[in-house]
């Protein structure tokens, strides 16, 4: 395959955006020319979405063109041929990446092409989204820079892809998986600190709101409004289920990292996660109707705001309370498994999604899975049962633990393999969604 008329008709999209000062979107294209260069055989089914979304481009700015060469009573004929003539050597170009020659100038393959071309793909179509569906400038890249979250959107996909590649390719993703959730959290906190102390902008709506996962659900109920986060929320449990708790909740990272900062023996975290287990349902239950409960209060009193944020501060403290003192000491994320209501709520909301982890035959019950996990879900009982009980949030971190094979995610219609790949593109595509709009 040359790869002259992939570049060229890249240009031409880049000259198009150029036209009406789109700077952003030009580089991007440029960029997508120059990585035709690049050969990587992950970037070849990216490349066809691009120029498919620019033979809608080119639709939508012909017939535009023309409607207002029609309004004005001018000459249109030409100018609909010019473009009609773009927009079919943009075609070609697409349909050229999918013939062999595409595929043995892409000759630059690795096993997780696939997996980072599904996680660019997932990242960049739900930032597209959300930038073209929200009233206010979503991206930070935009708030500061207007225009500019076109590269933002092309830096997070980029990572999505890089931070897939990895997960899918390592067979016990734990330290991995934390160290990503815990730079999720990095960004999230820090972007607060910054609109605190330096710029609104890094707040996107300029108003404070806690970053307590109760005022999730407790927010809207005291102010009667504003129920983007609970929709969000509940959008993201229907995609991941209950994973929601350990892949994108911005407080849970810190839980996680005090379970594994604890020095526990593995019969102690055993110990600990039968305690533990007792009061995953009530603990979670009874936080979650006191926090219904006094938003609802509140409310009926006429409590002010920033009364009502006294409550829900020392709530998020009790939190990190239970983090530092019971986490770090039982090697078991007590606070996410007996204390956050949000947790409680994605366990059962997660239900609904039909992702499952289940033991297989073969299981010789020697605990490793339950020693590893730090959400209590992998007693004796649940290893009898062959799978973990309500508390699990999908996380994985125990399938790197058997040394067996034995434990795997189920998916209809698929191989345990194949709902590994799917889980791992759809949690790390949203995991980097949510770091663009992490201060929602």
């Known amino acids: 395959m040359s790869a002259a008329l992939p570049v060229l008709s890249l240009l031409l999209l880049a ?18 020319a120059g990585a035709v260069f690049s050969r990587r055989e992950w970037l070849r089914p990216v490349l066809f979405a691009v120029m498919a979304a ?3 481009l080119w639709a939508q700015s012909g017939a535009g063109f023309v409607r207002m060469r029609l309004a004005l009573g001018q000459p249109w004929l030409r100018l609909a041929l010019i473009l009609g003539a773009v927009l079919a050597l943009t075609a070609v170009s697409a349909a050229l990446l999918l013939t062999p020659r595409a595929r043995a100038w892409f000759r630059r393959t690795t096993p997780q092409d696939a997996v980072r071309t599904g996680a660019f793909l997932v990242t960049a179509a739900a ?27 092309l830096a997070l996909s980029w990572y999505a892809a890089w931070a ?48 307590v996962p109760a005022l999730i659900v407790a927010g809207p109920l005291y102010r009667g409004e504003g129920f983007f986060m609970p929709i969000l929320f509940a959008a993201s449990v229907l995609v991941l289920g209950p994973a929601w708790c350990s892949w994108l909740c911005y407080v849970g990272a810190w839980d996680g990292l005090c379970a594994a900062r604890a020095r526990t023996t593995a019969p102690q975290r055993l110990e600990a996660s039968a305690q533990v287990r007792r009061w995953t349902v009530a603990g979670r239950g009874l936080t979650l109707v006191l926090a219904v409960v006094l938003a609802l209060l509140l409310r009926a009193m006429g409590i002010p705001g920033y009364q009502a944020l006294w409550g829900a501060a020392l709530f998020g403290l009790a939190g990190v309370g239970i983090m530092v003192m ?32 289940r033991l297989g035959p073969g299981c010789t019950r020697c605990g490793a899975c339950a020693a590893r996990c730090r959400y209590a879900a992998l007693l004796p009982a649940d290893i009898e049962q062959g799978r973990p009980g309500l508390s699990c949030t999908l996380c994985g971190d125990c399938l790197g633990a058997c040394g067996h094979g034995c434990l795997g995610y189920r998916l209809p219609g698929l191989s345990p393999q194949a709902a590994r790949t799917v889980f791992i593109v759809l949690a790390v595509g949203l995991h980097a969604a949510f770091l663009g709009v992490a201060r929602i």
Do not use: Y
Request: glycine share 10%; proline share 5%.
């Open 15 to 32: 000259a198009h955006a150029l036209r009406p000062g789109d700077w952003a979107l030009a580089t991007v294209f440029l960029v997508f």
């Open 54 to 56: 620019g033979c809608l």
């Open 127 to 153: 930032l597209v989204l959300a930038r073209r569906m929200s009233p206010l400038p979503v991206l930070l890249a935009d708030r500061f820079l207007p225009g500019a979250g076109a590269l933002e959107i």
């Open 164 to 211: 897939c590649g990895l997960l899918v390719a390592a067979r016990d993703t734990a330290r991995l998986r934390l160290r990503f959730w815990l730079g999720f959290s990095a960004v999230f906190f820090g972007q607060l600190l910054l609109g605190l102390l330096l710029d609104q902008r890094f707040l996107m709506t300029g108003k404070l709101h806690l970053p």
């Open 326 to 357: 019971l986490s770090r000491r039982a090697g078991v994320m007590v606070h996410c498994a007996t204390f956050c209501p949000m947790g409680l709520v994605a366990n059962c909301l997660g239900r609904i999604n039909p992702l499952r982890l």
